[in-house]
């Protein structure tokens, strides 16, 4: 029995035969979950103008500058101005114009009285002032926030709401991004068959392949999830070929690489005329992983398992996928957590899915176990690869004891406990 390539080297592998998807131009809007190809720089200021922070009232400092509480300055209101109206041309002294947050600032204006600073005449005309006021209060001035020619975004950079509303902000209309990836999802097994048909015995539906193109969605990715196709080698291989031809940027399949009579991946490789790149890692479960090409298209083959299937995406496929992106490396990020049941340690290579918290300010972890992968799955966030290349350590604990500590992999980010 094959017992694989290290994880690290199988990764190496794969990085070195991906390359991100054609750089395209997009709106913004469309761009969520992708990244950026180039920097992004600003093409003006912003804001663009001078405008009101607060509501209140914009006049010069230097008409408050004798005001006192026994001798306040009187200030006539000479208009009101709403953020997108054009204000007076300008500010004559010993007058005051109103504003509201967002508002332009009228030229000759230096300061902005807050509603809540000042006092009103009686017929609520003109402004009473009872202390002077500096100049610069409650403005923001062209170039605040972002100066023209400034970077917003670097290259490599994943495209977030944030990111969407301040090239918005900027007036830019489109994005330089890597194309996203188009990805064909192919179950193979006589035993399969589409979900909404009536099960025969011994028949089960592609449930891990459906989870699978779930989880690349979530990536980002263009995903076809095909229909089943039975253990037979010209049915797969119409099927790999068709996919190739129509774009997919990857192929994945899952079933066929246990090496029996009816797993068909390596014949499916020699009649394609391309060797594996890999053909199992030393990890379990998910050790039986193909990876190679069919054409110039690269093809993951993944366990039927759906507990395998889901190992092997999480610890190869989902890395990969930022080298699609153009987000570069095939690591899943990494921290350092605390493992509250340590117990008897795996033997390398076993993969122990974990969930991690946030208590105190620091990263704790436990075990998940579950008959069923689904609910697994649901409850972790994080892999352990005891024996990896994300090495194991230990530390002495906050109050001297012996504390396990271990490398892992984030699935997705701790929550913090609310009983911390």
């Known amino acids: ?18 390359r991100a998807c054609p750089v395209v131009h997009e709106p913004p809007q469309r761009c969520g979950g992708l990244y950026t190809a180039e920097p992004v720089y600003a093409s003006s200021d912003l804001p663009r103008d001078t405008t009101a922070r607060r509501d209140g009232y914009a006049v010069r400092s230097a008409d408050t ?12 209101i000479a208009a009101t101005v709403t953020a997108g109206r054009v204000p007076p041309p300008r500010l004559a002294a010993g007058r005051a114009v109103g504003v509201m947050t967002g508002a332009l600032i009228p030229e000759g204006a230096d300061t902005v009285l807050s509603s809540e600073e000042v006092d009103l005449s009686p017929n609520g005309d003109a402004l009473v002032i009872r202390e002077p006021t500096p100049a610069g209060r409650w403005l923001t001035r062209p170039g605040d926030e972002i100066a023209a020619t400034e ?3 670097a290259a490599r950079r994943p495209v977030r709401p944030a990111t969407v509303a301040l090239v918005t902000a900027l007036g830019l209309t489109v994005l330089p991004v890597h194309r996203r990836p188009q990805v ?12 909404g048909t009536s099960l025969g015995p011994g028949q089960r539906y592609p449930d891990g392949a459906t989870l699978l193109a779930a989880a690349m969605r979530e990536l980002a990715l263009e995903t ?8 037979d080698i010209e049915a797969v291989l119409q099927s790999l070929r068709s996919a190739a031809e129509d774009g997919a940027d990857l192929l994945i399949t899952t079933g066929g690489t ?5 797993d068909l991946v390596r014949e499916a490789l020699e009649r394609l005329g391309t060797a594996a790149v890999f053909s199992a890692v030393a990890v379990r479960p998910g050790g039986s992983t193909t990876f190679g090409f069919c054409g110039p298209v690269p093809w993951f083959a993944l366990p039927g398992t759906p507990a395998a299937a889901v190992t092997a995406f999480d610890l190869l496929v989902r890395p990969a996928v930022r080298a ?3 987000a570069g490396g095939t690591r899943n990020p990494e921290a350092t957590v605390t493992l509250l049941d340590p117990g008897q340690k795996p033997s390398p290579g076993k993969v122990q899915r974990l969930r991690v918290e946030v208590r105190s300010g620091q990263l704790f972890a436990r075990r998940v176990r579950h008959r069923s992968i689904y609910l697994e799955l649901g409850e972790s966030n994080a892999l352990w690869v005891p024996g ?3 090495s194991d350590s230990s530390a002495p604990g906050a109050a001297g004891e012996h504390a396990h500590r271990i490398r892992v992999e984030l699935i997705d980010a701790p929550e913090t406990n609310a009983e911390s």
């Open 1 to 18: 029995m094959n017992p694989g390539i290290p994880l690290h080297e199988a990764r190496r592998r794969v990085e070195t035969h991906l």
């Open 65 to 76: 500058a004798s005001a006192t509480r026994n001798n306040p300055v009187h200030l006539p």
């Open 151 to 153: 970077r917003v975004v």
């Open 184 to 195: 064909a999802l192919l179950p193979l097994g006589d035993e399969l068959v589409p979900p």
């Open 224 to 231: 076809r999830l095909l229909p089943p196709d039975p253990d």
């Open 258 to 262: 246990g090496g029996g009579r009816k």
């Open 324 to 326: 699609l992106l153009g």
């Open 388 to 390: 990896s290349a994300v």
